[in-house]
C-alpha cells in the first residue's frame, strides 16, 4: 500500500505554544489530505480536509484560526495547533487517499501533549 | 451520519472466529475495514464497493449487503496478531476523495 508519514511522532510543550506536524505521502500525490483526531479509546474524528493549492474544509465545532492547515504540495500538508491549551492534547493522525476507490492510508500519528 | 458498530468488544482464545457488524441508516457507497493497534496508526485491510460483494485475504473476509445498509467482517481461527481495535469507515456516494466517517470501533483480543 501507499505510504504516508507524520513528524513529529511525540510531541511536548508548554501552554500557549504552538507545534507544526507535517504529513507526507511519499510514494504517490495526494491533492486531499485528512485530518483526523483520535481521544484515547475513542475514534477517529475528523477535523479537516486539506486541499492542495486551497483553503481547508473543516468539520462543524473545529476553530479554523486554532488549527491551521496548509498543503502546499501534493506531497506534504501541515497542521499547526496554534496556543495549544492542555485540553489540545491528543492523538493526531493525517491520512492521505490513493487509487481510484478511495482508499485511505494512514500516517503514523503525532501524540501531543501538552503541559 | 456515524456508522454502529457491534459488538463494543471481544475476547477470543487462539484459533477462534469472530463477526464484527457495521450498520448505516443511510445508503452506503463503500465501507472500509481499518485495524488499529494501541497507540498505532490505522491499518488498512480491505474496501468493499456497493454491489453487495465480498472479499478477503488469508483468514480474514468481509461481506456487504448494501440493501440492509451493512457490513460484517470475518476472522477465521484467529491469531494473537488479529488482536487490535476494528474500525469500518463509511462512504455515502464517491466524488472523489471524500472523508471517511467511522465507527466508534470494536475492541478485539485474543488470548493464547
Known amino acids: 500500500g501507499a505510504v504516508v508519514s507524520q513528524h513529529p511522532s511525540r510531541v511536548i510543550c508548554k501552554s500557549g505554544t504552538s507545534v507544526k506536524i507535517e504529513c507526507r505521502s511519499l510514494?504517490?500525490?495526494?491533492?486531499?489530505m485528512f485530518w483526523y483526531r483520535q481521544f484515547p479509546k475513542q475514534s477517529l474524528m475528523l477535523m479537516a480536509t486539506?486541499?492542495?493549492?486551497?483553503?481547508?474544509?473543516?468539520e462543524q465545532g473545529v476553530e479554523k484560526d486554532k488549527f491551521l492547515i496548509n498543503h502546499a504540495s501534493l506531497t506534504l500538508s501541515t497542521l499547526t495547533v496554534t496556543s495549544a491549551h492542555p485540553e489540545d492534547s491528543s492523538f493526531y493522525i493525517c491520512s492521505a487517499a490513493s487509487g481510484g476507490y478511495n482508499e485511505q492510508f494512514f500516517g503514523p500519528g503525532t501524540r501531543l501533549t501538552v503541559l | 451520519q456515524q456508522p454502529v458498530q457491534s459488538p463494543q468488544a471481544v475476547i477470543l482464545r487462539e484459533g477462534e472466529d469472530a463477526v464484527i457488524n457495521c450498520s448505516s441508516s443511510?445508503?452506503?457507497?463503500?465501507v472500509h475495514w481499518y485495524r488499529q493497534k494501541h497507540g498505532e496508526a490505522p491499518v488498512f485491510l480491505m474496501i468493499l464497493l456497493k454491489g453487495g460483494e465480498q472479499k478477503g485475504h488469508e483468514k480474514i473476509s468481509a461481506s456487504f449487503n448494501e440493501k440492509k445498509q451493512q457490513s460484517s467482517l470475518y476472522l477465521t481461527a484467529s491469531q494473537l496478531s488479529y488482536s487490535g481495535t476494528y474500525f469500518c469507515?463509511?462512504?455515502?456516494?464517491?466524488?472523489?476523495?471524500?472523508?471517511?466517517?467511522f465507527g466508534k470501533g470494536t475492541r478485539l483480543s485474543v488470548i493464547a
Open positions: 443511510k445508503a452506503l457507497y463503500s
Open positions: 510514494d504517490f500525490q495526494a491533492t486531499t
Open positions: 486539506s486541499n492542495e493549492g486551497s483553503k481547508a474544509t473543516y
Open positions: 469507515g463509511t462512504e455515502r456516494a464517491w466524488s472523489g476523495n471524500t472523508p471517511l466517517v
